[in-house]
């Protein structure tokens, strides 16, 4: 099946930086998520963007599809930002099931 | 709207007790999902259903079994808890699109923590 590898595993960051986090994934998609799970555990959308470049406030992402990478950017991080970060693929043949990488770890602190 | 809701929240089993998980969604979605989370791990699918009736094998199906009861309810049953299925479950569920160039948007319940002693 399709491969999903996410990078950095683990991230701390000082509050007000900015941050890349990537997801390489092995096979074409048609689509792709970005999820935050905060500390609580609870999974919230944040992107689905199977192409192109997404805002919302202080997070953008960015997928090359073409080149089979998806970028997810932090910037002025806050406390609030803590969590693990996932990618999310469908691929575009064989099975329709989303694969997950497994996250990206990330600790902001004040 | 609830959204998806899953039930128990928590749970603390004896090794070869059985239990179901159970999961409904008020979103009138046709795809429903059983994920388990372990650290390291991600998410790994345990079985899905793309619609009332249909069930299929995810990466990790031993040791489970599902029914889709409806297009509401998609539940999760371990008939013989072992230890390995100590985890954090999670239910989603979202709506098909008519199109291959459509996304989905996954919408996950609020997990349950199993322990198998």
């Known amino acids: 099946g399709i491969q999903v590898e996410q990078s950095p595993p683990d991230l701390i960051l000082q509050e007000g930086a900015n941050s890349t986090l990537r997801c390489n994934f092995s096979?074409?998609?048609?689509?792709l998520q970005w999820f935050h799970q905060n500390p609580w555990g609870q999974l919230i959308n944040l992107f689905y963007?199977?192409?192109g470049t997404k805002q919302n406030g202080r997070l953008s992402a960015t997928t090359v599809a073409t080149e089979r990478y998806s970028l997810l950017y932090i910037s002025s991080s806050q406390t609030t930002d803590s969590g693990v970060y996932f990618c999310?693929?469908?691929?575009?043949?064989?099975?329709?099931?989303?694969?997950f990488g497994k996250g990206n770890q990330v600790v902001v602190i004040p | 709207n609830a959204g998806v809701t899953q039930t128990p929240k928590f749970q603390v089993l004896k090794t070869g007790q059985s239990m179901t998980l159970q999961c409904a969604q008020d979103?009138?979605?046709?795809?429903m999902y059983w994920y388990r989370q372990d650290p390291g791990m991600g998410l790994r699918l345990i079985y899905y259903?793309?619609?009332?009736?249909?069930?299929d094998k995810g990466e990790v199906p031993n040791g489970y079994n599902v029914s889709r009861l409806n297009k509401r309810e998609f539940s999760l049953r371990l008939e013989s808890a072992a230890p390995s299925q100590t985890s954090v479950y999670f239910c989603?569920?979202?709506?098909?699109?008519?199109?291959?160039?459509?996304?989905?948007?996954?919408?996950f319940g609020s997990g349950t923590q199993l322990s198998v002693l």
């Open positions: 999310a693929v469908r691929p575009l043949y064989g099975n329709n099931r989303l694969a």
């Open positions: 096979d074409s998609v048609n689509n």
């Open positions: 963007i199977p192409s």
């Open positions: 979103m009138n979605h046709n795809s």
């Open positions: 259903s793309a619609s009332e009736g249909t069930t």
């Open positions: 989603a569920s979202h709506i098909e699109p008519t199109s291959a160039a459509w996304g989905i948007r996954l919408f």
